[in-house]
């Protein structure tokens, strides 16, 4: 590492500029670097097997997508205490058991962070939602059955959502844990 520099502060992440060697080429260059706090994804399942699910706009893509409860781990939370507020803030529910899945880099290349998933288990509606000014955010509940399908359809398209059902399948589906 030669140098290392934040350019731009904003509220999810700082924007920073590396000047490192290539590890191959030995040649200087810049790599810039979006330093973020760490998330979290949970999927939320009921006692009898439905998924609750959030419908989204995203100002990125502009498309309302499909996805499962999530934010950002904020300072002074853990992991799991972020997952717990956001699962009853986006949705209302809030779970008998919180189970680690684990977790993922969501971009390596230039992302400092983690996100994390967790399985919240028998989770129930417990009060209305609690969503910020700048959310929009509908809950539908689906049969964890039809998972699957909504990912093979493209209705489920975050890469993130992608890997924390991943991540509940490699657990939960018998025969994939052997494998």
């Known amino acids: 590492m030669l140098s290392s520099e934040v350019n731009k502060s904003f509220r999810i992440f700082n924007l920073r500029t590396d000047r490192a060697y290539s590890p191959r080429t030995q040649a200087a260059h810049d790599f810039y670097i979006l330093e973020s706090t760490d998330w979290v994804n949970v999927i939320p399942v009921t ?22 409860p999530g934010g950002i781990v904020e300072p002074g939370d853990t992991p799991e205490t972020a997952a717990r507020r956001e699962l009853v803030e986006e949705t209302g529910f809030k779970e008998r058991e919180m189970i680690l899945l684990g977790s993922v880099h969501p971009n390596p290349a230039f992302l400092t962070n983690r996100c994390f998933t967790y399985l919240a288990r028998d989770v129930v509606r417990v009060q209305i939602q609690e969503q910020d000014d700048k959310e929009d955010i509908e809950v539908e509940v689906r049969s964890l059955g039809e998972i699957p399908r909504l990912i093979r359809q493209g209705e489920i398209t975050h890469a993130l959502v992608l890997a924390a059902f991943y991540r509940y399948y490699l657990e939960y589906l018998p025969g994939l844990k052997a494998v």
């Open 47 to 68: 006692a009898q097997g439905e998924v609750v699910l959030i419908r989204q706009y995203r100002h990125g893509t502009r498309e309302v997508t499909l996805e499962i």
